[in-house]
């Protein structure tokens, strides 16, 4: 049996955290947690990387550096460490979860006799520039960010380390 690496089982929960946001016909309250448990768990990644055996020196010794390069990264930085302290001591792009838009949809069910209600939640996050992204946007993104960094240290999951 293979064994997967250990940033692998992190990068695989930031995977199933997105596939939770896609789903935002739910309760607030755990949207909410599950946006903010991705970008934990999204950010969180490097630190399973440095920490990582099969991962090489080499790469365990720039990541820090190298996620730089991802905004999205540095914004799930900010988010990450405001959804645990609160408030930042070191600001990235000091992203901060803005607002939130909710979207109802009524829909009438065949013989008109009953309607299903559905909701979404569409959370912007807002950025110290100003600007304003959606947080499933961000959170995609992120995920596309990691992809390609792991890519470019051949960290991807068909290499063997």
């Not at 299903?116 to 995920?143: E, F, M």
Request: charged share 30%.
């Amino acid at each position: 049996m293979l064994s997967m690496s250990e940033y692998l089982t992190q990068l695989d929960r930031s995977r199933r955290f997105i596939e939770r946001l896609r789903n935002q016909n739910r309760e607030r309250n755990d949207y909410e947690d599950d946006l903010w448990s991705f970008f934990q768990n999204t950010w969180h990644l490097k630190d399973w990387i440095k920490n990582d055996p099969t991962v090489p020196q080499s790469v365990k010794d720039t990541i820090e550096e190298d996620i730089k390069q991802f905004d999205v990264l540095m914004i799930c930085g900010d988010l990450a460490n405001r959804s645990k302290h609160l408030k930042l001591s070191k600001i990235r792009k000091d992203a901060k979860v803005g607002g939130r838009e909710i979207v109802v949809v009524a829909q009438e069910t065949i013989g008109g006799s009953k309607s299903k209600v559905t909701q979404s939640w569409d959370y912007l996050i807002t950025l110290g520039d100003g600007s304003t992204r959606k947080a499933l946007d961000v959170a995609k993104a992120a995920i596309q960010a990691w992809e390609t960094l792991l890519l470019q240290y051949g960290l991807d999951k068909d290499s063997d380390l």
